[in-house]
Nanobody, 118 residues
Framework: QVQLVESGGGLVQAGESLSLACVVS????????VGWFRQAPGKERESVGT????????YYTDSVKGRFTISKEDAKSTVYLQMNNLKPEDTAVYYC???????????WGQGTQVTVSS
């Protein structure tokens, strides 16, 4: 069974940093890519960024480019989302999700709340 567990959310002030972690577990499970998503109250879920597991290549949505960084630690099967210079509009529940390569993010974590005060 594949499981994703996020951690690291919290309350910070604008301009501060926060790091989220996503542990991916599951027997013989090797993701094709892992994505970070977020959903703010009253808004649709949006993609924050993605990391391709084998290459380590990353992609980001425009609103977080230059502020957020996705990385991974293979030995721990963990993907990180480093968020710098946080803004109130970054407030949301953040989720990680895994795509096994069969067309879509089918495995999701439970989410972790990030709140940025002005």
């Amino acid at each position: 069974q594949v499981q994703l567990v996020e951690s690291g959310g919290g309350l910070v002030q604008a301009g501060e940093s926060l790091s989220l972690a996503c542990v991916v577990s599951g027997r013989t499970f090797s993701p094709y890519r892992v994505g970070w998503f977020r959903q703010a109250p009253g808004k649709e879920r949006e993609s924050v960024g993605t990391i391709f597991w084998n290459s380590g290549r990353t992609y980001y949505t425009d609103s977080v480019k230059g502020r957020f960084t996705i990385s991974k630690e293979d030995a721990k099967s963990t993907v990180y989302l480093q968020m710098n210079n946080l803004k109130p509009e970054d407030t949301a529940v953040y989720y990680c999700a895994a795509d096994q390569g069969y067309g879509g993010f089918h495995y999701w974590g439970q989410g972790t709340q990030v709140t940025v005060s002005s």
